[in-house]
């Protein structure tokens, strides 16, 4: 089981770290990956971790704004999101995937970020 927090209202330019904690298996073991799905698009990726490639950048638009880590010894794994602009609005989600380049198969519920301009 995968859950989300760490979602709010910000304004254009602050910074949130979500959190994604695992419960049921050690996420060391996978790769660990961050999506989001604002109104009326299609869920992209954003950034995944795993131990055996590293951190890897899903989406070209946080490059340089938002990092990835993982704490393993509270199975969990943040989402530092730094500069934020009103298109980064949607809800967050975490999953598991074998390695961050398979299909992911464990989706946390998702938390809401709001940035206002």
């Known amino acids: 089981q995968l859950v989300e927090s760490g979602g709010d209202l910000v304004h254009s330019g602050g910074s949130l770290r979500l959190s994604c904690v695992a419960s049921?298996?050690?996420?060391?073991?996978?790769?660990i990956g961050w999506f989001r799905q604002a109104p009326g698009k299609e869920r992209e990726g954003v950034l995944c971790i795993s131990s055996a490639y590293g951190v890897t950048y899903i989406a070209d638009s946080v490059k340089g704004r938002f990092t990835i880590s993982r704490d393993n010894a509270k199975n969990t794994v943040y989402l530092q999101m730094n500069s934020l602009k009103v298109e980064d609005t949607a809800v967050y989600y975490c999953?598991?995937?074998?390695?961050?380049?398979?299909?992911?198969?464990?989706w946390g519920q998702g938390t809401q970020v709001t940035v206002s301009s």
């Open positions: 049921g298996f050690t996420l060391n073991y996978f790769g």
């Open positions: 999953a598991r995937s074998s390695s961050c380049f398979g299909s992911y198969n464990s």
